[in-house]
């Protein structure tokens, strides 16, 4: 209160224990806010609000971060994590902390079975501009969290990130998840409350989709019922154990003719690495998400990408002429451990095979020199899986197979697809 000969112009109306809640002066009446009742109205502030609410740099744990503000339902901030030093930001739900990224925020959703969705514990590159939206029955309250443990949409995520970088490219925001495809609409919704939160734009960047014999759903239905997106996957050859299953030559057609959908082949599975039980190994895992990751960066461009496809078999004499659809030029490469022996992993029924070669007239045919002239009813297969595969110490492949195109980059290849079909007699 105001001493003997000093004006009565300032009190204490309503006070705490860490200080005066409202006073008054000659101006009315002054209340002092808690850092937590600022936080609110921050979060509350209309979307899009230019007005900013400075915070301590603590509220985001025990990170190099600095610049700390909350707008609308973010907190944004400056720190160095491994992402590198630039602008990020976090939900006040919590949950994983995101890259500030312009443009539209990516989703790579992939569908299929338990093979598919194997994950490792290992660093992603870019564990800020990749992450996931929590399922219903996770009991997640954030928005959206970390990639805790990787599969292969994160990979295949973090490795566009990696290129993007390597080339100056602008960076994304990802979210990448591999779900049963029953969940996809889950998946989506997901991504469509992200974009919201943000003000950015959605764009479903590919769905991967398996076809394999794991599959509990018809997948030409789940993807007639996704609707139209861009559907990428690699060819499964199933586990090395395992013999040919009709879902995995029912791909073989698909490459050829698949229909009204978008869907490209990256890769075929025979070339990536299992373990005892038939599960991708992180070799294998990263090798196929390298692939897909060159498929989807070349459709985005606008560009063809496709595996050797084997279109029919002719009956030549005592050969047997496969035409490919191809990018380029064939080539037979003996070197890898998965290469198929002798004859490059051609196998015929009902005659001796004793020779593999290039078409002289065509370099996107193959010529297959029998013992005698094939017979009637012949068949002829690549790749095919036997239940037997090849090893290479603990690394198991589920076939052999060496015939491939011209591409090659970072020692990646695009090998042929298998097929088993009828030979044509002329």
């Not at 929590?134 to 309250?141: R, V, W």
């Not at 890898?336 to 593999?356: E, I, K, N, S, Y």
């Not at 193959?366 to 790749?383: F, Q, W």
């Amino acid at each position: 209160m105001p001493q003997k000969g000093e004006s009565d112009s300032r009190g204490v109306l309503i006070a705490a224990e860490n200080g005066p809640v409202v006073e008054w002066d000659e101006s009315g009446l002054v209340m002092r806010l808690s850092d937590r009742v600022v936080r609110d109205i921050a979060r509350r502030m209309p979307r899009g609000s230019e007005q900013g609410f400075g915070l301590p740099a603590d509220i985001l744990g025990d990170i190099d971060a600095w610049d700390v503000f909350q707008q609308g339902d973010w907190i944004g901030f400056q720190a160095r994590l491994p992402s590198g030093v630039r602008r990020y930001r976090r939900h006040v739900s919590g949950g994983a902390i995101l890259a500030q990224t312009g443009g539209s925020v990516w989703l790579l959703a992939g569908l299929g079975g338990a093979r598919r969705q194997v994950t490792y514990r290992e660093p992603l590159g870019f564990p800020h501009h990749v992450i996931r939206a929590p399922l219903s029955d996770e009991g997640e309250a954030a928005l959206v969290v970390p990639q805790r443990s990787v599969g292969l949409q994160a990979l295949v995520a973090d490795k566009l990130m990696a290129r993007r970088f390597a080339s100056a490219r602008a960076l994304r925001t990802v979210l990448a998840d591999d779900v049963a495809p029953q969940r996809l609409p889950e998946v989506l919704a997901g991504h469509e409350r992200l974009c919201q939160s943000l003000g950015q734009p959605a764009q479903i960047l590919a769905v991967g989709m398996e076809f394999g014999p794991e599959m509990t759903v018809d997948p030409l239905a789940a993807m007639d019922e996704a609707g139209r997106m861009r559907f990428v996957t690699s060819f499964d050859c199933g586990p090395y154990w395992q013999e040919p299953h009709p879902a995995i030559w029912r791909q073989s057609a698909l490459a050829l003719r698949p229909g009204i959908h978008d869907l490209t082949f990256a890769g075929a599975g025979y070339a990536f690495a299992q373990d005892d039980l038939g599960h991708p190994l992180p070799e294998g895992l990263h090798h196929r998400a390298a692939l897909e990751a060159l498929a989807i960066e070349a459709r985005l461009a606008g560009e063809a990408w496709f595996c050797p496809t084997a279109c029919f078999a002719e009956a030549e004499g005592s050969a047997i002429r496969v035409t490919f659809k191809s990018a380029s030029d064939l080539a037979i490469d003996r070197a890898p451990c998965f290469a198929g022996g002798d004859m490059a992993g051609f196998t015929v029924d009902g005659a001796a095979l004793v020779g593999v070669g290039i078409a002289p007239d065509d370099p996107r045919a193959v010529l297959l020199h029998l013992a005698a002239p094939p017979a009637n009813g012949t068949r002829v297969a690549y790749a095919r899986p036997d239940g037997r595969g090849s090893r290479d110490g603990d690394r198991h492949y589920p076939a052999g197979g060496g015939l491939r195109d011209q591409f090659s980059q970072d020692g990646l290849h695009r090998w042929a697809l298998p097929f088993d079909m009828a030979v044509t007699q002329c």
